[in-house]
């Protein structure tokens, strides 16, 4: 059973940065890409980024393309998402996710983990 827990979120103003952690325990994901999806109030969840298990592949959605940055350590078992020159749409719940496939996906149903979450909230 996998566990990932996030941490890092908080409020912000706009412009200003936040780093986004997920620490994963219970069996060995290092093999597999690593997600961060987002959910706004009243919104459906929403792709973020993803990284493969070496880290050589990196993908994003089109609203986070030049400010975010997805990372990963292997040997700390953890996901970063370093988010630049946030803006008021930014506001959500960040989740990160490990995927079900060796591929990186932008699919939410190809992530069977998930973590609880944790909020950003950018204010203008």
């Known amino acids: 059973q996998v566990q990932l827990v996030e941490s890092g979120g908080g409020l912000v103003q706009a412009g200003g940065s936040l780093r986004l952690s997920c620490a994963a325990s219970?069996?060995?994901?290092?093999?597999?890409?690593m997600g961060w999806f987002r959910q706004a109030p009243g919104k459906e969840r929403e792709f973020v980024a993803v990284?493969?298990?070496?880290?050589?592949?990196?993908l994003y959605g089109d609203s986070v393309k030049g400010r975010f940055t997805i990372s990963r350590d292997n040997a700390k078992n953890t996901v970063y998402l370093q988010m630049n020159s946030l803006k008021p749409e930014d506001t959500a719940v960040y989740h990160c996710?490990?995927?079900?496939?060796?591929?990186?996906?932008?699919?939410?149903?190809?992530?069977?983990?998930w973590g609880q979450g944790t909020q950003v909230t950018v204010s203008s």
């Open positions: 996710a490990v995927s079900r496939f060796l591929r990186p996906s932008t699919t939410i149903n190809d992530y069977p983990y």
């Open positions: 219970g069996r060995t994901f290092e093999t597999y890409p």
């Open positions: 990284i493969s298990w070496t880290g050589g592949t990196t």
